[in-house]
């Protein structure tokens, strides 16, 4: 992602820890070598009043006092000398005596206004702190000159040890330390925030799928932080989406059977009555002469009259089937049936269907072939599409022919699915295609009737298809037909 918060995360904190070890370096090349020696400065002081006491106190000749001097002089490397008014040596830190003692009258003595070499630190009345080059050795020290409570003299001096020297070793290590610390945690920081970020991409990944009315994703973690409970919130609002969304599809569903419902009330009436009293004439016409045949009394023998008593029971069968099916394509356009939609796995529904009716393909010697595997979820009416499967299944059975094979398929086209039954047989004639779908159309009455086919079937699956706004059809090949129904995928 070209703006990564992973990446802005990374790149502030590294910018951050940067910026800190620049700082840090500018203000140790600038502040260390004032604090190094302010830092003497205090050294110097505390010696002088360690020693000062010491005089007041007679304590200069204790071993108390000796192991105590011995401890600051080798800490921080001072030396010193302390001299009477006599010029009598007293204490003193180094072998070289006269060189201290020496550079001690000096600083009393001489004029050092015109020295170069020489800064004043600080002074007061009985004491000088002063930076001071030594034009022999070319060493700078830090010193500290003056005169006792008690009239003795002394010098107390420390080397600056090459400060600047010091301060650019301390800089080129900060740099060395400052640019592994920042490959070290530019790539632990790459880490953490690859961590925080994935929950991130996860949600992002599940709100662009509900952007696509897909609500099988869920967020599935199981931390306590902020992102994990917008993810919690998320999944609440893919399920209230999905919700809802059923209940609109539903709703707009009915509206628009609705619409088109008042325009044609009237002729389904006067349609539907023409035909119940067509296709009930004949059975009725059958049981009728067949009932008349029983009460003259013109079969003598039994079996005849078994015959009379089958037919009467046959016919009867055929026109229950039939009045049941008128009222249940009767509920469907006129809409007292509601569609309710709701989103299911067809295949899983396709598969059941074809196992219970595994059976009834065996007995006629029918190879029946599916291959999908892959779950497909749609929006329909889950029962009313199980009847329009059964309708054209059943109808395969019927007719199948030649190599005995239906073969059912899903077609993925866009954001629908088609579902197809393909039976091989003979092809419907191409004048019949167009009245397959009316109520009572039989391309071949007499196969229809011997397996006791109503002649609706088709209108419901149209009445079914047309209540839930989506196609259906027909297709002929040289060996066989296939019949299709569309169902939305989201």
């Known amino acids: 992602m070209k703006y990564s918060i992973k990446k802005q995360f990374a790149m502030i904190f590294i910018g951050l820890l940067s910026v800190t070890i620049l700082l840090c370096w500018f203000i140790n090349s600038t502040l260390l070598g004032k604090y190094y020696i302010g830092n003497k400065e205090k050294v110097l002081k505390n010696a002088y009043v360690t020693v000062n006491r010491a005089f007041g106190a007679g304590e200069i000749l204790t071993e108390e006092f000796d192991i105590k001097m011995q401890k600051i002089i080798e800490k921080y490397n001072i030396s010193l000398i302390v001299l009477d008014t006599d010029s009598r040596m007293l204490i003193t830190s180094r072998n070289d005596q006269e060189t201290m003692s020496k550079r001690l009258w000096d600083n009393f003595f001489n004029d050092f206004e015109s020295d170069d070499d020489r800064v ?17 050795t070319k060493t700078e020290y830090i010193e500290m000159w003056g005169v006792f409570d008690n009239g003795n003299i002394f010098l107390f001096r420390t080397a600056l040890e090459g400060i600047r020297d010091s301060v650019a070793i301390a800089n080129r290590f900060l740099a060395y330390i400052g640019i592994a610390a920042v490959i070290v945690s530019g790539g632990i920081i790459l880490m953490v925030s690859r961590k925080v970020t994935e929950p991130i991409l996860e949600l992002a990944e599940i709100s662009e799928r509900m952007a696509r009315l897909d609500f099988d994703a869920k967020y599935c973690g199981n931390s306590r932080t902020e992102i994990a409970l917008l993810g919690h919130n ?16 539903t709703a707009n569903n009915e509206l628009q059977k609705d619409i088109e419902r008042k325009n044609e ?6 349609e539907f009555l023409s035909n119940v009293s067509h296709e009930l004439k004949t059975p009725i016409a059958l049981i009728q002469g067949y009932a008349e045949g029983l009460k003259e009394e013109i079969n003598e023998d039994a079996e005849s009259r078994e015959f009379y008593c089958d ?12 009045v049941k099916k008128l009222l249940t394509l009767n ?22 269907y074809l196992q219970s009716a ?9 190879h029946v072939h599916f291959e999908e595997k892959t779950a497909v979820c749609v929006w329909a009416d889950e029962f009313k599409t199980e009847e329009v499967f059964a309708n054209y299944f059943s109808n395969a059975i019927h007719h199948a022919a030649g190599q005995k094979m239906i073969d059912v398929k899903l077609e993925r086209r866009g954001k629908k699915v088609r ?5 091989t047989g003979e092809p419907i004639p191409q004048e019949s295609l167009g009245h397959l779908w009316e109520k009572f159309y039989k391309v071949d009455k007499a196969r229809t009737r011997e397996y006791g086919g109503s002649g609706v079937g088709l209108s419901i699956v149209k009445a079914i ?26």
């Not at 998320?234 to 599809?249: A, D, F, G, R, V």
């Not at 009330?265 to 006067?270: A, V």
């Not at 298809?465 to 989201?490: A, P, R």
């Open 120 to 136: 004043i630190l600080e002074k007061e009345g009985s004491y000088t702190i002063q930076r001071i080059m030594d034009p022999r």
């Open 234 to 249: 998320i999944n609440e609002l893919s399920n209230t989406l999905e919700k809802t969304i059923s209940e609109l599809k």
């Open 265 to 270: 009330i009237d002729e389904m009436r006067k």
């Open 311 to 322: 037919v009467i029971i046959d016919e009867a069968a055929k026109m229950n089937n039939m």
């Open 331 to 352: 509920q469907l356009e006129f809409g007292s049936d509601v569609v309710t939609m709701e989103r299911f796995d067809i295949v899983s529904l396709i598969r059941n």
């Open 358 to 366: 595994e059976i009834l393909a065996k007995q006629e010697g029918i």
């Open 419 to 423: 579902v197809s039954v393909f039976n």
């Open 465 to 490: 298809m047309e209540s839930m706004n989506q196609e259906y059809g027909v297709i002929n090949y040289d060996n066989g037909v296939e019949f299709w129904f569309e169902l939305e995928t989201n």
